[in-house]
């Protein structure tokens, strides 16, 4: 079964530090995987996501994730975080086709001090 | 503007009493989800549709009824509420039923059962 592992529930960070949000799955088969973001009192957005191909994923808003077959791992990292970075952001993995299940992890809360 | 809404916003209701929360989506999607957001928890499937008359339990459907008569709408009813489905919910939608897809999240819902 699939499940969702993020390390982190909070980080906070100064403004124009870089920043490491991370991911861990599990899976016996091949997986897709998402980050969203969730700004406050609003619904989750793609932020990026890995289908295949290149194991570096770039995103909005300058954010990037690397897979990583073998760690199972897709951290989200940003070389310098701004204060409208602040917000919640989730690692999610789906797989199959026909009426697939996307697990969220539980989310990690990055704040962004000035 | 492409979109996923929800209604309502806010809700608070006793224990017992019926209630609706409405999804539409203008994306002509054939995939639509419902989420329920806990501290912690990260998001949950409760039912998710992949297309017309086609829907399927997710992880936690007790509780949960779900309809969809038509593409673009997919509401979610609690015949009768009770304190522990106090959240905030999320309805989603995507252009297929495939894992790879990505999914378009409506405002959100945050109900309070008293």
């Known amino acids: 079964a699939q499940s969702v592992t993020q390390l982190d529930s909070q980080v906070p960070v100064f403004e124009e530090a870089p920043v490491e949000l991370r991911c861990n799955y599990s899976?016996?088969?091949?997986?897709?995987l998402f980050w969203y973001v969730q700004y406050p009192n609003q619904g989750l957005q793609l932020l990026l996501k890995?289908?295949?191909?290149?194991?570096l994923v770039k995103g909005i808003n300058g954010f990037e994730a690397e897979f990583n077959k073998s760690q199972t791992s897709f951290h989200l990292r940003k070389p310098s975080v701004h204060i409208s970075d602040t917000a919640e952001y989730f690692c999610a993995v789906s797989e199959g086709t026909g009426g697939f299940k996307t697990i969220f992890g539980a989310g990690t809360r990055l704040f962004v001090k000035a | 503007e492409a979109q996923v809404t929800q209604n309502p916003r806010y809700l608070i209701t006793v224990t017992g009493k019926k209630l609706t929360v409405t999804c539409s989506q203008n994306m002509n999607h054939e995939y639509m989800s419902w989420y329920r957001q806990d501290p912690g928890l990260g998001l949950r499937q409760i039912y998710y549709?992949?297309?017309?008359?086609?829907?399927d339990k997710g992880d936690v459907p007790e509780g949960y009824k779900v309809s969809r008569k038509e593409k673009r709408n997919f509401p979610l009813i609690l015949e009768s509420p009770s304190p522990n489905q106090t959240s905030l919910y999320f309805c989603?939608?995507?252009?297929?039923?495939?894992?790879?897809?990505?999914?378009?999240f409506g405002p959100g819902t945050r109900l309070l059962v008293l």
């Open positions: 989603a939608s995507s252009l297929g039923s495939f894992g790879q897809e990505t999914q378009y």
């Open positions: 899976s016996s088969v091949s997986v897709y």
């Open positions: 549709s992949m297309n017309v008359e086609v829907t």
């Open positions: 890995y289908l295949s191909g290149s194991t």
